[in-house]
């Protein structure tokens, strides 16, 4: 070889190595937290789907496979590595796209990735494989890969601050508690009384609600439970008692004054005049309640 030949084929490798060079796409795990109840749960199925990226190769379906693999180590892309972890493979490659999905049980996954319950809250890494027939990882055409976290312990405790009265409702309102590294997704409300059939509940993602349907003088105990992201549920508040009561507010008189519900004026301006003195007529009643 000249010295001008292995000039340019010095300079041509880097340029051939690029050429060979992997970028992993992007697979998407549905629901992207898995709860407590997914170890065992014989019926809570995870869809996976993803996209290969690849500059290598010809994508060849009906030949090549997809091969999907959980695992709490990074997804290797070097040959020698010993696959562990499969959670589905022999996948068929329905086109040249190198795009596809796939229900899995939830705790097959958690499973493959050598977890329990009792591992604690860690994350799960999904590597999907474009492989040709035969074909292992280090000679894959294109690789996708994704995260799905597993939580196994629940929020924090909430503590109600307030329990107001309304009439045939309770307006509650709480603060976060502390203690766990699991935020709350969402709240449960739960009322319940002796003389009532109840369980009376609501759910929320703020941090204070008006449950209603209750009945007037009647005392509630109410309690608050936070639910993370996976459906872990935390323990009840300490409870708190509120006893809904009928309030005579602006509705109640507009009411008891003719007005009616349709449309919230009773017709045209005539109707947004009334409105206006009744709530005047409201203040006035409050204040003179006051004084008394």
Not at 97 to 109: F, K, N, Q, V, Y
Not at 158 to 169: E, L
Not at 175 to 183: L, P, R, Y
């Given at each position: ?6 000039l ?34 014989t ?7 993803w ?45 040249t ?13 958690i ?30 055409l ?15 405790v ?33 009322a319940?009384?002796t ?38 549920e ?27 519900e ?28 006051r004084?008394?």
């Open positions: 070889m000249t010295r001008s030949a292995a340019i084929a010095c300079l041509l490798a880097p340029i051939a190595a690029l050429a060979q060079t992997q970028t992993a796409g992007t697979a998407v795990v549905n629901p992207a937290t898995f709860g407590a109840s997914a170890c065992t749960s019926t809570s199925v995870a869809t996976i789907a996209t290969t990226t690849t500059t290598t190769g010809v994508i060849t379906p009906g030949s090549d496979t997809f091969e999907v693999i959980a695992s709490t180590a990074s997804c290797p892309t070097t040959a020698g590595t010993t696959t562990t972890g499969i959670v589905q493979a022999n996948l068929a490659v329905p086109d796209t190198g795009s596809s999905s796939t229900p899995i049980l939830e705790s097959a996954i499973s493959a990735a050598g977890l329990t319950c009792t591992s604690g809250d860690t994350t799960i890494n999904i590597c999907v494989y474009l492989l040709p027939p035969g074909g292992t990882i280090g000679s894959q294109g690789t996708a890969f994704g995260t799905v976290a597993l939580q196994v312990s629940p929020p924090a909430p503590t109600i601050s307030s329990v107001q009265s309304g009439d045939g409702a309770l307006f509650v309102s709480w603060s976060a508690g502390s203690g766990s590294s699991v935020a709350a997704a969402s709240y449960t409300v739960s319940t009384s003389s009532d059939v109840g369980p009376y509940t609501a759910s929320t993602v703020n941090t204070s609600v008006r449950l209603g349907g209750l009945t007037n003088g009647i005392t509630y105990t109410v309690t608050v439970a936070a639910v993370s992201a996976g459906g872990n935390s323990a009840k508040s300490a409870p708190a008692t509120g006893t809904p009561q009928a309030v005579n507010d602006f509705w109640a008189i507009y009411k008891a004054d003719g007005g009616v349709q449309g919230g004026c009773g017709g045209g301006p005539a109707g947004a005049l009334s409105l206006l003195g009744l709530a005047g007529a409201a203040l006035l009643r409050r204040r003179r309640g004084r008394a």
